[in-house]
């Protein structure tokens, strides 16, 4: 397993040993980002200039499999679920889904009217939302089975946001820093805070993680040179670090190992069982430490992800397995935690499916491709279902008609069989036969082949009836999305409408009050001006 930390290069170092065991630069300033795929296959790069950059730990060297060839790109995220998609930010404030086997766009989500460049990136737990901070401070929530913005956060408390991302297992809590030194939690389903801890640092929160052992446990380093540990449910600081470095980035991996890249060029590693000092120090940068990065534990799979640079591979034809994919949606489960339920998305010996959540839903009828074999589109991967099923189907029948029909077997060509008169269910009757040698009739291969047949045939009716009700239930679950997504719009656009109507209502309560008081300072005028009248 490695370790990666960047400032002018990029360091691996053995996060067993802590030995320096590659280094790779080719661009001039300090880069801006890395990140790792989750299956711990590939690393993301950003540099100084916002170029994204697509890298591979080989054994003696760092290689680069790939440049992703947009204009003004400036951030960039991998999809939560394998390497295939990315999400990349511009400057101009665009958000597009990049798709790493075609080389090609393969989403492109509406721009914002106010046209910021987009700093931070990423992907909820469930890979159904898109979040998107941007220069001016707002963050932009793209639902990824509507493809439109569903949610701008805004935070009262600052307008300058330092570091964003998802919590890894809450879908909807998504966390915030800011310059000012706050930490946010924001639950992006009600729209409400969380968490919220104000001036925690005395300076700009510099980075911020979330614990992989303990949901509950969040840290943060800031340009105070402190790190604080939070307690999410209790709302709480339990811990606080003071270093003498001013801290930049912040990283944690499954064994409560803590990494802290530092203004000076040094990565301090703590153990957060023991945070009375660090057990290491590296000192492999002569510039600032922008990001820290643990690889992650790589995923066990039963049929191995085509890599990055076998893109032009052609999937053989034998190598394509029963059409029945299992299909998984959790986007219907209310709480935050839906009961894990572990299912193959692909069947043993076929490619891996898309790693886009639509794609598993079968909903995103633009993308649905298989995973590592971007060459099919998702009507063409239907029908190619659909004609190997009726293959399959008509195997099946071409299995039976041999087995119920044995005469067209190789083995009974030459064969004389007796009559039907003279015998009854292949046994003579009475003992009358006819002129042909029984000894020379073999018995048909059904009695022989009378299981394989059943559990055959069983088995292609099990895999047709799978296929109709998966089919069934993706057009059920494409309609009631529609209804659900229409019913919303329609909700947000009446509650505009009573907000508008409820402000108009303050407005004339206002003016009808202006009024009153104005006829009665006319009515004492009036009485001033009849006094002074009598008394003349």
């Not at 949610?151 to 890894?168: E, G, N």
């Not at 039963?302 to 998984?328: G, Y």
């Not at 009700?469 to 009573?498: C, G």
Request: charged fraction near 25%.
């Amino acid at each position: 397993m490695y370790f990666a930390s960047v400032s002018s290069r990029l360091l691996l170092y053995d996060s067993n040993s802590w030995d320096l065991k590659k280094s790779y630069g080719c661009y001039d300033g300090v880069l801006r980002d890395i990140s790792w795929s989750d299956d711990g296959k590939y690393i993301l790069q950003v540099n100084s200039k916002g170029l994204v950059e697509i890298l591979s730990p080989a054994e003696h060297d760092v290689r680069s499999l790939q440049h992703i060839p947009l204009k003004d790109t400036w951030s960039a995220s991998f999809h939560r679920d394998g390497h295939r998609n990315i999400a990349i930010g511009t400057k101009s404030g665009n958000v597009v889904i990049w798709d790493t086997k075609n080389k090609t766009i393969i989403k492109t989500f509406p721009t914002p009217s106010q046209q910021y460049s987009v700093n931070y990136l990423s992907y909820n737990a469930k890979n159904t939302s898109l979040a998107a901070t941007t220069q001016n401070g707002d963050t932009v929530i793209y639902g990824l089975v509507s493809n439109i913005p569903v949610l701008t956060v805004k935070l009262s408390c600052s307008r300058s946001i330092s570091a964003m991302k998802f919590h890894h297992e809450s879908r909807s809590l998504l966390g915030l820093a800011t310059d000012e030194g706050h930490v946010v939690l924001r639950d992006i389903t009600t729209n409400k805070d969380k968490a919220f801890f104000e001036n925690v640092h005395a300076s700009p929160v510099s980075d911020f993680a979330f614990s992989l052992i303990n949901k509950d446990v969040l840290l943060s380093s800031g340009y105070d040179k402190i790190l604080h540990v939070y307690d999410i449910r209790l709302q709480n600081v339990v811990s606080t670090i003071r270093t003498s470095y001013t801290l930049t980035s912040l990283a944690i991996n499954s064994d409560n190992l803590v990494a802290l890249g530092t203004k000076t060029g040094l990565v301090l590693v703590y153990d957060l069982r023991d945070l009375t000092k660090p057990f290491n120090v590296l000192k492999g940068h002569e510039e600032e430490v922008r990001r820290v990065a643990f690889q992650p534990a790589r995923r066990k799979t039963l049929s191995a992800d085509i890599s990055l640079r076998e893109d032009n591979e052609v999937t053989s034809p034998q190598n394509v397995q029963s059409p029945v994919k299992t299909r998984t949606s959790d986007m219907f489960f209310v709480s935050d935690t839906p009961p894990k339920i572990n299912l193959d998305m692909s069947v043993q010996g076929a490619d891996n499916k898309a790693d886009s959540f639509l794609v598993m839903m079968g909903l995103d009828k633009s993308n649905f491709e298989l995973d590592d074999d971007g060459n099919k589109s998702a009507d063409h991967d239907r029908k190619s279902e659909r004609h190997e099923l009726k293959y399959r189907q008509l195997d099946s029948e071409k299995n039976i008609s041999k087995i119920s029909t044995p005469l067209n077997s190789k083995a009974a060509e030459n064969l004389g069989f007796p009559s039907p008169i003279g015998i009854t269910n292949g046994v003579p009757d009475d003992g009358c036969c006819s002129n042909i040698n029984l000894l020379n009739v073999k018995q048909p291969s059904c009695t022989m082949q009378g299981n394989n047949f059943d559990t055959k045939t069983v088995e292609e009716l099990k895999d047709f009836v799978k296929l109709t009700l998966s089919d069934v239930a993706d057009d059920n679950r494409n309609y009631f999305l529609h209804i659900m997504m229409a019913l919303t719009k329609q909700k947000l656009f009446l509650e505009k409408q009573l907000s508008n109507m409820n402000e108009q209502i303050q407005n004339l309560v206002h003016n009808q009050n202006a009024l009153v008081d104005i006829n009665r300072k006319l009515a004492l005028e009036v009485d001033l001006l009849k006094a002074r009248q009598n008394s003349l």
